[in-house]
């Protein structure tokens, strides 16, 4: 029976969260303005009272609203240039390597926007679950298509995703509360694992 792989991506095989490096990276003046217009709502974010996801749209949209996929496409492939290895734990990338791909599965479950994680999942060889940028017209519209990738949704994506296929055993890693339900839905999962 294969193994089944589920890794968070953001802190868990990553040292940074990639959605702040990205959006800095895409536009550093237009972040630094909207980084601090954001404040008082990442301020509530703390203390639990603004919607994450809610938080996370105004913020990628109020950088990228209005890009078109070409561009940041291109920009994502640059940022992924520069980025990788770096901005992974080693440890993780070897553990990645030495997975056996004849009898596993394995895939990046994020909130993270597909966007720019997709070329680090095409590097690692692995299917890609995230946040999904909503474009009309090939123009970014600052919404996502569907749900934000996180706590149980992350969990209903792996389930549409993998069907009515069987794993010997499913094997869940992350770093966050967000990653629990992941933790609950899999055999045996790991907590900060290569940290």
């Known amino acids: 029976m294969k193994k089944l792989y589920l890794f968070d991506f953001d802190g868990t095989l990553t040292y940074k969260d990639t959605m702040f490096l990205f959006l800095k990276f895409y536009d550093p003046a237009k972040f630094s303005v909207q980084f601090l217009k954001h404040i008082p709502l990442f301020m509530l974010l703390k203390l639990k009272l603004a919607d994450a996801e809610a938080v996370k749209k105004s913020f990628i949209s109020a950088i990228l609203k209005g890009q078109s996929r070409y561009q940041l496409e291109k920009k994502a492939q640059q940022f992924f240039e520069e980025n990788y290895p770096a901005v992974f734990r080693e440890n993780a990338l070897d553990f990645i390597s030495n997975i056996d791909r004849t009898h596993t599965e394995s895939y990046i479950i994020t909130a993270s926007l597909d966007l720019w994680v997709k070329p680090f999942a095409e590097k690692l060889d692995?299917?890609?679950?995230?946040?999904?940028?909503?474009?009309?017209?090939d123009i970014f519209t600052g919404n996502f298509v569907g749900k934000n990738c996180n706590k149980q949704e992350k969990v209903e994506r792996v389930k549409i995703e993998i069907g009515d296929k069987k794993f010997g055993k499913i094997i869940a890693f992350g770093d966050t509360s967000g990653d629990k339900p992941m933790f609950k839905f899999a055999n045996e999962s790991h907590y900060r694992f290569f940290h």
């Open 126 to 137: 692995m299917k890609l679950l995230a946040t999904q940028a909503e474009f009309k017209n």
